[in-house]
């Protein structure tokens, strides 16, 4: 009997062979997703694919989000980490310093955030190689993914991450797919799509359905999908949507001109952690994907994210008789920054029992002052409901 790596690798040799035609865009879906349910059961903690068993790196969750640290060995993580977190974490210039996750923890414009040094990942981490899938493990449940690149290296390294990554579920910058199925009884299958499909049939639809064992059902295609968007909707439990920022390390080594360069590309911080340059903007980026991220959750809104800088408003709660709560307050989007929005990013149950809201600061001309559900809340004010 094979095990799930070698079936994975026949798999792709025979995708690798196949041209992609009319006659064989079936076969093809099938293949991929028969990849797909190779690859989620190599991930399970109780297959035989290798790899796998031993202690994970897992830590307990503080702060309001947590950000994991992802690179190859000595691209200056831990360096990072005891530059930002004043955790001092073990650096050095020889490989796999890090053996083990190493949390810290930082206060930024009042929002507590959790940082995660982790080891370095090789290539091929994801199908067992070192401890990489614990490593991704860990990184698969933070809110925000730093991979640290060093700019000395090819810069295809960050190809290769970004692939480890990918192969553990891990979709970057990214969201979901925006396509439902629903599961029938029977009728056979139902596709309809609201924009031209130009990367994918109905054959290759119905060979990833039927490899699923979803012979009726009706599918809504709202997107441009392809057929990897497909099997990560059927995959969902197993994928999770993460931003990344992409923190290029070492910039004291190169030019001028080459800095440059490194400007253009997106969702990436150049900075040098060991002499600190650059870190602060790399704060700021950070504390507003995390904060969006939290406000997200908070308010129960979709999980989508846009890579625009968000104007936050921060507004401190205020308990009766006490004074403000510094520490954390409850971050607001400047376009979504009302008394109610208040209430509904705390509790939902709040608004039912709403009078009026005691504020003080810059949205009000008295101090403090009462105010309606409509009122709008300004930076910094303090709120009491
Ligand atoms: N020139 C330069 N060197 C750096 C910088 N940051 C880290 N280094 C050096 O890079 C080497 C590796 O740093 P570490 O922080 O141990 O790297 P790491 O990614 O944590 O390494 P592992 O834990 O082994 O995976 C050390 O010799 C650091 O001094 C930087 O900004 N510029
Ligand atoms: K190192
Ligand atoms: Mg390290």
């Not at 064989?24 to 293949?31: D, I, K, N, V």
């Not at 650096?91 to 796999?96: L, V």
């Not at 979901?176 to 994918?200: E, Q, R």
Request: charged share 25%; glycine share 8%.
């Amino acid at each position: 009997m094979s095990t799930t790596v070698e079936k994975i690798k026949e798999i792709e040799a025979e995708m690798a062979r196949t041209q992609k035609n009319k006659a064989t865009s079936f076969h093809l879906g099938q293949l991929k997703a028969k990849l797909a349910k190779l690859k989620r059961e190599l991930l399970t903690p109780s297959s035989s694919g290798g790899g796998g068993g031993g202690a994970g790196f897992d830590v307990a969750r503080t702060g309001v989000a947590s950000i994991g640290f992802i690179g190859f060995p000595s691209v200056g993580k831990s360096t990072l980490m005891s530059r930002l977190t004043g955790q001092h974490s073990e650096a050095a210039a020889y490989e796999f310093t890090t053996l083990t996750s190493v949390p810290g923890q930082v206060m930024y414009n009042g929002a507590p955030l959790q940082m995660i040094d982790l080891p370095g990942i090789i290539e091929g981490a994801k199908d067992g190689r070192g401890r990489g899938r614990q490593v991704i493990a860990v990184a698969k449940t933070c809110h925000l993914i730093f991979i640290i690149l060093d700019v000395n290296k090819p810069l295809t390294d960050k190809r290769v991450i970004e692939s480890e990554l990918e192969g553990f579920g891990i979709r970057i910058n990214k969201e979901p797919p925006n396509i439902t199925f629903k599961k029938k009884d029977k009728g056979g299958l139902n596709i309809t799509n609201t924009v031209p499909l130009t990367h994918i049939d109905h054959d290759e639809i119905k060979a990833v359905m039927s490899e699923y064992r979803i012979n009726s059902a009706d599918i809504a295609i709202r997107c441009d999908a392809t057929v990897d968007d497909l099997i990560d909707v059927l995959e969902a439990r197993s994928r999770s949507y993460i931003p990344v920022i992409y923190v290029l390390n070492k910039i004291d080594a190169i030019s001028i001109e080459e800095l440059d360069l490194l400007y253009r590309i997106p969702n990436a911080v150049p900075i040098s952690s060991e002499h600190g340059w650059n870190v602060d903007e790399l704060m700021e980026v950070m504390y507003v994907l995390s904060m969006w991220i939290t406000v997200t959750i908070s308010s129960k809104l979709t999980c989508s994210l846009r890579w625009e800088k968000l104007k936050l408003v921060r507004v401190y709660t205020k308990p009766k008789g006490k004074m403000p709560d510094y520490s954390a307050p409850v971050v607001l989007r400047s376009t979504k920054c009302t008394v109610e929005d208040f209430c509904n990013a705390i509790h939902r149950s709040i608004i039912e029992q709403f009078k009026t809201a005691i504020v003080y600061g810059k949205s009000v001309k008295h101090q403090p002052q009462r105010v309606g559900l409509s009122h709008e809340l300004a930076d910094e004010d303090i709120g009491n409901v």
